[in-house]
Each structure stands twice: as structure tokens, then as C-alpha cells.
């Protein structure tokens, strides 16, 4: 079994689940509960700040920035060459498909997963705010929702983000809003909400950071997001088209390969790898270019935008260093603009999610940061010198 898209992805039904909901409610004139809904939405489907990096140093646009020609520790040098993208196995996920050529020149890319350690030495050193930091506004909210929405009450717009809660008992796998929950006073620093902090948890990815918050690191550190080409190349390991980063066995409660769920997702979690949430960085074996957790533990940004249909225009033509498409598509979120996730995360079980593949692409609006997303930065010579 190569894949198994037996149900929906950890999050990206979300808004499929919510906006019927918000019409509902909205119909039926439950005004409170609309506007939490609303919020939620806006969380996760708002890209209208997408290019507000207001809390960004100015250090790497600076005229007197220098270039870096090494590059900063850390980083592993992933050879590039010509690979198979995607994969063609029957059960795939459409945007998979069809497996095809593709050629990236050399780079680098962070050996892990950027820490709460790393994130806090940027955030004291610029004043960052995240996103999730940030309340929203009636007016961001509006932007991105259909005609004739009602503005919610300002009260209820204060900042948080999306925690991963699990149920008590089994739920409908169709369902997301059974193990998300939005909580006002969740951030990098408060994982699950007010009370509860990363004390100790220094060496775990940083969560809760959407695609602007780890691209602001990245322009701050002097790297870069990495293309969702070059990610899965590196993914990959070395490897030639096979369905996992380490090859070619399917991960299970005996074959424990990295921070997955073993279990009954969402309700039971054996902890047979030993992590309910995030693992510190480099728990597990790393992959064939000496990189760690490029399947599971948290999701990963990468630069380019998400077209679910991209692979199907590629077929049939050479590919050299993409940058991605030029517009993001998904026909199941139509006013969603998305950025590519990489990698799966510790929610990641057979049973309903199986996108900690190589292969398995995801989009996510870039202003949502959620309990299972992080990033890893790359960096190519010429890029302005950093801090980290
Ligand atoms: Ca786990």
C-alpha cells in the first residue's frame, strides 16, 4: 500500500466543514457562534496580509547588506540533479499525479526543523509578532468572506489560532471541527492556549506560525523558504520514486519510522513512537541526505503557491527549478488563496491521513498557523548574509 487517501487530509476540509456551518448559523441568527465560526474562518481562509511583513527587519533589504557565499550552519547540501516528482500509484491523491520529471540545481536545507529556540532568538531580536498574536479586523474579515456577510461583534476578534483538541470518544473522520478548536490566547508560545507554554521545549519545532511568520524568519536568518520542488527532492533523500523518505516499508505500530499517530485517530493515541504532539527535532532516523523529520511531526512551509492541478499541466515537459504556479487553485476552496505544506505531522495516521509521503502536497492559507505546522528554511549562495 503506497497511499491511502481513505478520508480527508488533518485540515484542509476545514473550511469545506465550516463555510456550510457559517451559512447556518448565520441563517438561523445565532450571531454568537457565527462569529466564532467566522473567526476560525478568517484564521484559516484570510490571505489578505499576505504580503504584510510589517514586523520584518530591514537588515536583509538593506543597502549595506552583504551577500553570504557559505552557507549558515546547520544546513545540508542537497545535490539537486533531475527526479521523479509526485507519484502514480492508483491510490494517490489526485494532485500526486501524474509523476514527472523535474530538475533542481544544488542548495541547501536546514538538517531540522526550526526550533522554538531558533524562533524565539528572532522574534528577541526584531519584536515579531505572529499572526496568531494579532487580532483580526472586521475588515480583514470581510475581505475574504462572500457577499452580504454579516461583520461579526469586535469583541470577539482577539488573536488565537486553531489547536489540535482531541475528542473523548470516536468521531465521524468527515467532520474536522471534532479535534480543532479555536482558542483565543494560543501562539508559538502557548501551544494549546493561556496556561500552557514551551518551557522545556526548546528543541521542538516551532508551531503555530503561519507561511508570513516562517518567512519573515527565513528573510531575518538570510535564507528562505524552500520550493516544493527542491523540498521533495531533499525529502526523498537519494531515493528513486519511493513511496516514504526512508523507502519502501509502510511506518505501523511496529515500524516506528517517525512522529505519527499509532492508534484510533482522533480519540486514541497509543504514543507508540512516544509523542502526542511534537517530538524534539531529530528523534528519529534521519533520511539519506542526513536530514531529520521529513515525514511527520509538524507540517512544513514551502514558497510556492498551491495548484492542485499543477502536475497534470507539467506532464510531458521539461521541468527546471519551479517556483511554483503563478496563482493557487483548488476548486474545493475557491476564495482561499494557499500555500504548499510539506511533510505530514504527528497527526498523521493511515487510517485517515497518509500525507507524511514524500510525494503528498497540501495547501494552506498563509496567514493560518496551527498546532502541527512549522517549517525548515533553504538557502543558495547570494542570499543576503543573516542573523541566526
Ligand atoms: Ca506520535
Given at each position: 500500500m503506497v497511499d491511502a487517501p481513505r478520508s480527508v487530509p488533518e485540515h484542509s476540509g476545514f473550511r469545506e466543514w465550516v463555510r456550510p456551518g457559517i451559512g447556518a448559523l448565520v441563517l438561523a441568527g445565532i450571531a454568537g457562534l457565527a462569529v466564532v465560526v467566522w473567526v476560525i474562518r478568517?484564521?484559516?481562509?484570510?490571505?489578505?496580509?499576505?504580503?504584510?511583513?510589517?514586523?520584518?527587519?530591514?537588515a536583509a533589504s538593506?543597502?549595506?547588506?552583504?551577500?553570504?557565499?557559505?552557507?549558515?550552519?546547520?544546513?545540508?547540501?542537497?545535490?539537486?540533479?533531475?527526479?521523479?516528482?509526485?507519484?502514480?500509484?492508483?491510490?494517490?491523491?489526485?494532485?500526486?499525479?501524474?509523476?514527472?520529471?523535474?530538475?533542481?540545481?544544488?542548495?541547501w536545507i536546514d538538517a531540522y526543523e526550526v526550533t522554538n529556540a531558533q524562533f524565539r532568538r528572532f522574534v528577541e531580536a526584531t519584536g515579531y509578532r505572529t499572526t496568531a498574536e494579532r487580532a483580526p479586523s472586521v475588515e480583514e474579515i470581510l475581505a475574504q468572506s462572500p457577499p452580504g456577510t454579516s461583520p461579526p461583534p469586535a469583541e470577539l476578534l482577539v488573536p488565537g489560532a486553531l489547536v489540535f483538541t482531541p475528542p473523548e470518544h470516536p468521531v465521524r473522520l468527515d467532520d474536522v471541527g471534532q479535534w480543532w478548536r479555536w482558542t483565543p490566547?494560543?501562539?508559538?508560545?502557548?501551544?494549546?492556549?493561556?496556561?500552557?507554554?514551551i518551557e522545556g521545549m526548546d528543541d521542538h519545532p516551532v508551531v503555530l506560525v503561519s507561511w508570513e511568520d516562517a518567512a519573515a524568519y527565513a528573510q531575518w536568518a538570510g535564507k528562505r523558504l524552500p520550493t516544493e520542488a527542491e523540498w521533495e527532492c531533499a525529502a526523498r533523500g537519494g531515493l528513486e520514486a519511493q513511496p516514504y523518505v526512508w523507502g519502501s516499508d509502510p511506518p505501523g505500530d511496529n515500524r516506528i519510522y517517525a512522529n505519527l499517530w499509532q492508534g484510533r485517530f482522533p480519540d486514541q493515541n497509543t504514543l507508540r513512537d512516544g509523542y502526542e504532539r511534537t517530538a524534539p527535532v531529530g528523534s528519529f532516523p534521519p533520511n539519506g541526505y542526513g536530514l531529520f523529520d521529513m515525514a511527520g511531526n509538524v507540517w512544513e512551509w514551502c514558497s510556492d503557491w498551491y495548484d492542485r492541478d499543477l502536475y497534470r499541466r507539467r506532464a510531458g515537459r521539461p521541468v527546471v527549478n519551479p517556483q511554483g504556479p503563478s496563482r493557487t487553485y483548488d476548486?474545493?476552496?475557491?476564495?482561499?488563496?494557499l500555500k504548499v505544506q510539506r511533510g505530514g505531522s504527528f497527526l498523521c495516521h493511515d487510517s485517515y491521513c497518509s500525507r507524511y509521503r514524500p510525494s503528498a502536497r497540501h495547501g494552506c492559507a498563509p496567514d493560518t498557523g496551527l498546532?502541527?505546522?512549522?517549517?525548515r528554511c533553504a538557502w543558495s549562495p547570494g542570499l543576503a548574509a543573516g542573523s541566526d
Open positions: 478568517w484564521r484559516i481562509a484570510s490571505g489578505s496580509s499576505l504580503q504584510d511583513l510589517r514586523h520584518q527587519p530591514a538593506s543597502e549595506s547588506v552583504t551577500k553570504a557565499i557559505e552557507p549558515p550552519p546547520g544546513m545540508v547540501r542537497i545535490p539537486g540533479g533531475t527526479f521523479w516528482m509526485g507519484i502514480d500509484a492508483e491510490d494517490a491523491w489526485p494532485d500526486e499525479r501524474p509523476a514527472h520529471r523535474v530538475t533542481v540545481d544544488p542548495f490566547g494560543a501562539n508559538w508560545r502557548h501551544p494549546t492556549g493561556p496556561g500552557s507554554s476548486p474545493t476552496q475557491p476564495y482561499t488563496p498546532s502541527h505546522v512549522g517549517f
